[in-house]
């Protein structure tokens, strides 16, 4: 599979400002161009691309994605320092995820009390 950049941002839902920019940021690895300097995407771009939007989803920085990505360049010495990079970013998530669920059931206890209020007062 080689996709240009064009149906690369099309099947990623990246758009493809965003994918220059994280090529230029050095976020986005391995992206290889053709003889006339054109970017080509394959396989393993877009297993980075969902892994940095996961990433990018849940809070972490382009700085720490950068970071990560350079200890990635660096080789298997660096696996410790990465999977302790994923640790915390997975206890952050965590905490935020558990903060969101106390407050969806914040947002179901009002709902609930409405459906009370609701059958009490019989509005249409």
Excluded at 28 to 40: E, I, K, M
Excluded at 58 to 86: C, D
Excluded at 96 to 112: D, F, G, H, I, R
């Amino acid at each position: 599979m080689l996709l240009s950049i064009k149906e690369f941002s099309q099947k990623t839902n990246v758009s493809e400002y965003t994918l220059r920019f994280y090529e230029k940021e050095g976020v986005l690895p391995f992206v290889n161009r053709t003889d006339s300097g054109r970017r080509v995407y394959n396989e393993q771009n877009l297993e980075w691309i969902e892994f940095i939007t996961a990433l990018r989803e849940t809070g972490m920085s382009l700085s720490e994605i950068k970071r990560y990505v350079n200890l990635y360049k660096q080789g298997n010495s660096t696996i410790p320092e990465r999977k302790q990079m994923m640790l915390d970013h997975k206890a952050k998530v965590q905490k935020q995820l558990s903060q969101t669920l106390k407050y969806l059931e914040k947002v179901n206890y009002k709902l609930a009390l409405y459906d009370v209020m609701l059958q009490q007062v019989r509005l249409p």
